[in-house]
């Protein structure tokens, strides 16, 4: 958006992919910088126990962050089966269905998992985001470009902005992000219509949400990362893609897609409809 308001072009195909599935239990740097972690070693914490350190901060319980995991399945799993994101998927080969979504999830099975990362932690497998492969796309051009090539118009990038925050608690970035984003924009949180959070862990949401307080009919409309997989790099294109076409099916006008980055980050952009 920033190239295209410097006329620096036109269009530009935004795309991200991520193998899960092939990343080694904390990833590949096992090695780390002797000298910054000498220094910083949180900065080399992991994602799950970020996400604990978040559930003992805000005061998240083990049952709120099941009852959200299971919400996220259940939205998922009733979108898929109105054929909700039947336009957002390219078939590869035999592949066109999510098979990430898990139907016979309950409260009773979450129950009996045991934590995925501390012993007496809160997190487990089941409210996390799971191993998946993914790759996403959006395009991303001037609107002079799309009227010049008969191009639809999903929405229009109203603000966009990155923050910081402690790494070993990196799951609540879109809390300042969001709202520096906001600000630019011109807007409050209240002016939202749809939100697209990431979903790395149900105790990262909920700690975002105990600071931004957005009201859950809001908030992933068709499930988030804990029913669909969260492939890093393809996470900010789905969920900004998403954030777009939600505005034109639910007919609203202000939508915000955020996530948390790892490492100590967060990131925003506010859509807008265009009419």
Same mark, same amino acid.
């Given at each position: 958006?920033?190239?295209?308001?410097?006329?620096?072009?036109?269009?530009?195909? =935004?795309?991200?992919?991520?193998?899960?599935?092939?990343?080694?239990?904390?990833?590949?740097?096992?090695?780390?910088?002797?000298? @910054?972690?000498?220094?910083?070693?949180?900065?080399?914490?992991?994602?799950?126990?970020?996400?604990?350190?978040?559930?003992?901060?805000?005061?998240?319980?083990?049952?709120?962050? /099941?009852?959200?995991?299971?919400?996220?399945?259940?939205?998922?799993?009733? &979108?898929?089966?109105?054929? @909700?994101? @039947? /336009?957002?998927?390219?078939?590869?080969?035999?592949?066109?269905?999510?098979?990430?979504?898990?139907?016979?999830?309950?409260?009773?099975?979450?129950?009996?998992?045991?934590?995925?990362?501390?012993?007496?932690?809160?997190?487990? &497998?089941?409210?996390?985001?799971?191993?998946?492969?993914?790759?996403?796309?959006?395009?991303? =051009?001037?609107?002079?470009?799309?009227?010049?090539?008969? @191009?639809?118009?999903?929405?229009?990038?109203? &603000?966009?902005?990155?923050?910081?925050?402690?790494?070993?608690?990196?799951?609540?970035?879109?809390?300042?992000?969001?709202?520096?984003?906001?600000?630019?924009?011109?807007?409050?949180?209240?002016?939202?219509?749809?939100?697209?959070?990431?979903?790395?862990?149900?105790?990262?949401?909920?700690?975002?949400?105990? /600071?931004?307080?957005?009201?859950?009919?809001?908030?992933?409309?068709?499930?988030?990362?804990?029913?669909?997989?969260?492939?890093?790099?393809?996470?900010?294109?789905?969920?900004?893609?998403?954030?777009?076409?939600?505005?034109?099916?639910?007919?609203?006008?202000?939508?915000?897609?955020?996530?948390?980055?790892?490492?100590?980050?967060?990131? &925003?952009?506010?859509?807008?409809?265009?009419?």
């Amino acid at each position: 958006a920033g190239a295209i308001q410097m006329n620096a072009g036109h269009a530009y195909i =935004c795309a991200g992919v991520e193998s899960m599935s092939r990343v080694p239990m904390g990833g590949f740097n096992l090695l780390p910088h002797p000298g @910054l972690y000498q220094r910083y070693p949180q900065a080399y914490i992991g994602m799950g126990e970020t996400a604990e350190n978040l559930a003992r901060k805000y005061q998240i319980s083990r049952t709120d962050q /099941e009852a959200f995991a299971l919400r996220s399945q259940q939205k998922a799993v009733a &979108a898929q089966q109105r054929g @909700l994101l @039947l /336009e957002e998927i390219i078939p590869i080969g035999q592949v066109a269905r999510d098979g990430c979504p898990r139907p016979d999830t309950t409260l009773a099975a979450m129950a009996d998992l045991q934590p995925a990362f501390l012993v007496n932690g809160s997190v487990t &497998a089941a409210t996390s985001s799971p191993l998946t492969d993914g790759a996403a796309a959006v395009l991303v =051009c001037s609107e002079t470009y799309a009227d010049a090539h008969g @191009l639809p118009k999903l929405a229009r990038i109203k &603000a966009i902005a990155v923050s910081a925050c402690m790494p070993e608690i990196m799951g609540i970035g879109p809390v300042a992000a969001t709202h520096k984003a906001l600000r630019r924009a011109g807007l409050q949180l209240s002016d939202i219509d749809i939100v697209e959070l990431n979903e790395a862990f149900a105790a990262q949401v909920l700690a975002v949400l105990q /600071e931004l307080p957005i009201a859950e009919e809001r908030l992933n409309l068709d499930g988030g990362a804990i029913a669909l997989g969260h492939p890093l790099g393809a996470t900010g294109a789905r969920i900004t893609g998403k954030a777009a076409s939600l505005l034109k099916r639910e007919n609203r006008q202000f939508a915000l897609a955020t996530q948390c980055i790892g490492g100590g980050q967060g990131i &925003a952009t506010i859509l807008e409809a265009v009419s």
